[in-house]
């Protein structure tokens, strides 16, 4: 059984910074699509940042320029990195990978548990 785990999350200032991580609780075969998601209380989830298997990256408007994903295959774990974080980027956050668990298996997809990223002065 995978899990993704996320951690990181947090109460920051305006204008500070987290960096958010996320890894499979065991060994896979291989990981496709990994993204982050956030959702704010009576807001429907939305895409943040998303990178493919091979490094392409895709961000919303409202984080290009403050927020960064990257990923480490080696660990089987991806991350997001928040700069200049504002009050409005205040909610869970959750990660997405596509993931083969082993070699005779296809990808499937796998949710985090969500973490709480709470920007307040």
């Known amino acids: 059984q995978v899990q993704l785990v996320e951690s990181g999350g947090g109460l920051v200032q305006p204008g500070g910074s987290l960096r958010l991580s996320c890894a499979a609780s065991?060994?896979?075969?291989?990981?496709?699509?990994m993204g982050w998601y956030r959702q704010a209380p009576g807001k429907q989830r939305e895409l943040v940042a998303a990178?493919?298997?091979?490094?392409?990256?895709n961000y919303a408007d409202s984080v290009k320029g403050r927020f960064t994903i990257s990923r480490d295959n080696a660990k089987n774990t991806v991350y997001l990195q928040m700069n200049m974080l504002k009050p409005e980027d205040t909610a869970v956050y959750y990660c997405?990978?596509?993931?083969?668990?082993?070699?005779?298996?296809?990808?499937?997809?796998?949710w985090g548990q969500g973490t709480q990223v709470t920007v307040s002065s």
């Open positions: 065991r060994s896979i075969f291989s990981i496709g699509f």
């Open positions: 990178i493919t298997s091979g490094g392409s990256t």
């Open positions: 997405n990978a596509d993931i083969r668990v082993n070699s005779y298996s296809g990808y499937r997809d796998y």
